[in-house]
């Protein structure tokens, strides 16, 4: 009788997945795009991200594809692969769709919220105002976006957040853009302070207020970083 082969559980860990070199390529490109450190307009080509990354064409070409179906990339057949410009038409849109959903989310905070939820809130707070101090504009956006994450989920409204996800990459490069180019954040942490007591303190008129004007800021920001990085967007 023929002997069971064996299989060792680390073979699995030791050899490459299936579509993780893609994934790393897609991934990594992605967050350079929205954190500018790519800006928009930058060009990219498949021969120099492959011998960046160490893999062939093939996931780099199938991540140029997948970025470019999200609004990230522009890829102009024999011309080349560029980082998209901003879009300041989905940028309203996105700035739309996310002020109604924020402000309906954060009147439902203002109903119930665990917590532990808001000691989440209070927490990112402080980190905030360090971020402040060190004039740390990536680290002010993460905690930004884990701000408003966590009323989303505080509310079991997850799933929503997610979605807002799949829209904002237009949105998210001019937030981004803006906590680049002005390093005088005091007012947003204000309104996100004040927002944090409006909860605490079932006060949902002046959540919702503080939401509206919160989310509002972007239209005046758009033509502000438009007169000073007009290569950036989109005519």
């Not at 795009?33 to 120099?48: M, R, V, W």
Request: charged share 30%; aromatic share 8%.
């Amino acid at each position: 009788m023929r002997a069971k082969e064996v299989i060792d559980p680390l073979d699995y860990i030791r050899k490459p997945q299936p579509g993780a070199a893609r994934h790393a390529v897609y991934q990594t490109l992605k967050q350079q795009i929205l954190s500018l450190k790519l800006p928009p307009g930058s060009p990219l080509s498949e021969k120099d991200i492959s011998l960046r990354f160490n893999v062939s064409r093939t996931p780099v070409r199938e991540s140029f594809v997948q970025l470019s179906q999200e609004g990230l990339l522009d890829i102009y057949p024999q011309r080349g692969t560029f980082v998209s410009l901003i879009d300041t038409g989905l940028v309203e849109e996105a700035r739309f769709m996310r002020e109604q959903l924020e402000r309906a989310v954060i009147r439902l905070a203002c109903e119930s919220f665990p917590p532990s939820r808001l000691a989440e809130l209070k927490a990112n707070l402080l980190l905030q105002k360090a971020g402040m101090e060190e004039q740390n504009h990536d680290r002010m956006f993460e905690l930004d976006e884990a701000f408003h994450q966590t009323i989303f989920e505080g509310c079991g409204k997850s799933n929503t957040w997610s979605v807002l996800g799949h829209i904002n990459v237009h949105l998210n490069r001019s937030r981004m853009l803006r906590l680049a180019a002005d390093h005088r954040w005091e007012h947003l942490y204000s309104q996100h302070e004040r927002m944090v007591a409006a909860i605490e303190e079932h006060d949902a008129e002046t959540a919702d207020r503080l939401m509206k004007e919160h989310m509002s800021l972007t239209i005046h920001d758009q033509e502000l970083l438009k007169e000073k990085y007009p290569d950036y967007f989109k005519l």
